[in-house]
């Protein structure tokens, strides 16, 4: 099982707010990274570290992370959207292992 | 722009040793980690391991003992041998680069993605 524990799915309607969260202790001590994947496709980058993005990802994507959850926020939700989202971090054993949460669907109404 | 590219066997039997090759293009292998990832049809994200560009590895514990991760600097290309497969080891193999960031290393770079089957 994941040490990254996520929601398995969420919606929200079009142009609204989303908030997707992902558990672990480790997050206490080391930062998340978001990944979107949509279907038949590699993931992507959208946040890493405190709230960066990578270039050319939308201002839409923010992130946060408070205790043992890392957040990823999609705010004003739009069809292009919608895909699954997996947060990714160092696992809890102090070594330079890493692990992914479980994903969460986001499906946009 | 940095593209990476899996390439190998789409099938491979049970028992036997998958093997895959990522070619890097648009920059160097040098000075970055690579690390590979998979995800069983329908299923979520696993990552597998990385290689520095020196040849330092490390190995997700769960396949530790099947796993081999490799680079070839000349070639601009790292290599996963994953031995003793069966068919719990099908699934899309993807190839990335890490950013260094001091203490962490998003995946910045992905591969398209190749599927392994494992099936006599």
């Known amino acids: 099982s994941s040490e990254l524990t996520q929601d398995s799915a969420v919606s929200v309607a079009l142009g609204q707010t989303v908030r997707i969260t992902c558990q672990g202790d480790t997050l206490r001590s080391n930062y998340a990274s978001w990944y979107q994947q949509k279907p038949g496709q590699a993931p992507l980058l959208v946040i890493y570290g405190k709230n960066d993005r990578p270039s050319g990802i939308s201002d839409r994507f923010s992130g946060s992370t408070s205790g043992n959850t890392a957040s990823l926020t999609i705010t004003g939700a739009q069809a292009e959207d919608e895909a699954d989202y997996y947060c990714?971090?160092?696992?809890?054993?102090?070594?330079?292992?890493?692990?992914f949460g479980t994903g969460t669907k986001v499906t946009v109404l | 722009q940095v593209q990476l590219q899996e390439s190998g066997p789409g099938r491979v039997k049970p028992s036997e040793t998958l093997s895959l090759t990522c070619t890097v293009s648009g920059g160097s292998i040098s000075s970055y980690y690579w690390s590979w990832i998979r995800q069983p049809p329908g299923k979520g994200l696993e990552w597998i391991g990385f290689?520095?560009?020196?040849?330092?590895?490390n190995y997700n514990p769960s396949l530790k003992s099947r796993v081999t991760i490799s680079v070839d600097t000349s070639k601009n290309q790292f290599s996963l041998k994953l031995s003793s497969v069966t068919a719990a080891d099908t699934a899309v193999y993807y190839c990335a680069r890490m950013l260094d960031r001091g203490t962490y290393y998003p995946l910045e770079y992905w591969g398209h993605g190749t599927l392994v089957t494992v099936s006599s």
């Open positions: 290689i520095y560009f020196s040849g330092s590895t």
């Open positions: 990714y971090s160092r696992d809890s054993s102090g070594l330079h292992h890493y692990v």
